[in-house]
């Protein structure tokens, strides 16, 4: 029954981010946002709606560590797993935006959370609210960047959605909104349960099971674009997603309850976290510049397959 839930909680939370995307999106077009300040902001927010949920419904059942496993465990997924997989299909080329800004707000980011979760195992809500406001900060100058810099990367919106009426906004928003809340609630109770039931904790549960569910939706839309030999993914866009899991994700759960870690594999998998975030410098730059080879790849799947055993086995 656990895994049941499992299931039908994942499908859940991808049909209620969808809709959630599209009613954003189509409110963001009657309210006259550009489509620039769309795809930075609105479209990443929605997108980061499930994991949000999942972490928010994680916490306030009292299962801190499988909130922080869930962002810990997507932020490695990220990189290691979608783009390790990715890079395999299809290398990748980087644009330097990585290296000027993008990598460097997310390992100042990273770090922020790991020194105040080092510091006392609690994250309390002005903490939250600083790794929410960094968030808010690195969007704004984002926006300014891109404005200027039409070379950066932004999430595709979808013109069709112009036309939406206000019905059918608040209709997907309705669904939306019903599916990420009893997703989250079924994946979460499911994931409790199958940790119960065999013995593991919920910080590996959340950083194994549930992240690899938040991330698949990425992956599989990675997977299929790099199939097809189009432009598979943004690395800054990955990168993009980890500083929205900790500044947004982490930021708002906390500043609604504050955390605290109990399993001491939390700060094993931040260690982790943080070391494939490193890595991406050697990997870019070295022996070919700005390239992500399909050795690369193989590289971080590799770690990424390490990754999982030693959560497993730690147990």
């Known amino acids: 029954m656990s895994i049941f839930y499992i299931i039908v909680g994942f499908i859940l939370l991808v049909v209620g981010g969808e809709f959630l995307v599209r009613s ?11 489509k620039l ?28 560590d499988l909130a922080l496993g869930n962002v810990i465990g997507s932020n490695v997924a ?23 800004m993008n990598w460097p707000a997310m390992m100042i980011v990273s770090f922020l959370f790991y020194f105040f979760l080092k510091n006392d195992s609690v994250l309390s809500r002005f903490e939250g609210g600083i790794l929410f406001l960094f968030l808010i900060v690195f969007v704004y100058i984002m926006i300014a960047k891109a404005r200027k810099d039409k070379s950066v990367v932004i999430e595709e919106v979808d013109d069709a959605l112009m036309e939406t009426s206000y ?32 013995g593991i904790s919920d910080g590996v549960i959340g950083a194994t099971v549930v992240a690899i569910g ?72 070295l022996p070919k510049k700005y390239k992500i080879s399909r050795f690369k790849g193989l590289f971080l799947l590799s770690g990424y397959i390490i990754f999982i055993y030693l959560s497993f086995k730690s147990n």
């Open 24 to 34: 954003s999106v189509g409110l963001s077009f009657k309210l006259n946002l550009s």
């Open 37 to 64: 300040i769309i795809g930075m902001t609105v479209v990443s927010f929605a997108t980061s709606a499930p994991e949000l949920l999942v972490s928010l419904q994680a916490a306030l059942n009292g299962s801190p």
């Open 78 to 100: 990220n990189i290691a797993l979608v783009l390790g997989i990715t890079a395999i299909i299809s290398p990748l080329t980087v644009d330097k935006n990585f290296y000027k």
């Open 167 to 198: 019905q059918m906004i608040f209709f997907w928003l309705a669904i939306g909104g019903v599916a990420l809340y009893y997703g989250s609630e079924l994946l979460v109770k499911g994931a409790k349960d199958i940790a119960l039931n065999l």
């Open 214 to 285: 938040t991330s698949v939706p990425e992956l599989a839309a990675s997977i299929i674009a790099a199939l097809k030999g189009e432009k598979a993914i943004s690395l800054g866009n990955l990168i993009g997603s980890n500083i929205f899991n900790i500044g947004s994700v982490l930021g708002l759960t906390v500043l609604i309850t504050p955390i605290n870690a109990i399993e001491d594999n939390i700060m094993i998998n931040i260690y982790w976290m943080l070391g494939v975030a490193l890595v991406l410098i050697p990997l870019v730059f």
